[in-house]
């Protein structure tokens, strides 16, 4: 069974760093896509950055600059550098692996997301 397992979040002052990692466990397959969601309180995931295995990304506006999304193939794991951090960013970051069969890149139909449990990031003002 596939199990995506966050670590590195925790609190930071404005302008600081976190580095997140995402490791995934139960496959020995790569995934097509692997990232990063983040949520507030009362409000809708959304995507922060993703990454396919060929390396081409897809980062929220609000972050570009700012983080960088990298992945380890072999080792099934994905990372999200997160720099000048922002107390607005303070939310719940979730790793997420997409898998498809005979389809790569964005957008595959079909395509089967697995979910990590949360790491929570707090940014102090």
């Known amino acids: 069974q596939v199990r995506l397992v966050e670590s590195g979040g925790g609190l930071v002052q404005t302008g600081g760093s976190l580095r997140l990692s995402c490791a995934a466990s139960g496959t020995t397959q790569s995934f097509n896509i692997m990232g990063w969601y983040r949520q507030a309180p009362g409000s809708e995931r959304e995507l922060v950055a993703a990454m396919t295995a060929s390396g081409m990304t897809n980062y929220a506006d609000s972050v570009k600059g700012r983080f960088t999304i990298s992945r380890d193939i072999t080792k099934n794991t994905v990372y999200l550098q997160m720099n000048s951090l922002k107390a607005e960013e303070s939310d719940v970051y979730y790793c997420?692996?997409?898998?498809?069969?005979?389809?790569?890149?964005?957008?595959?139909?079909?395509?089967?997301?697995?979910w990590g449990q949360g790491t929570r990031v707090t940014v102090s003002s």
């Open positions: 997420y692996a997409e898998r498809s069969d005979g389809c790569t890149g964005w957008g595959c139909p079909g395509a089967y997301r697995y």
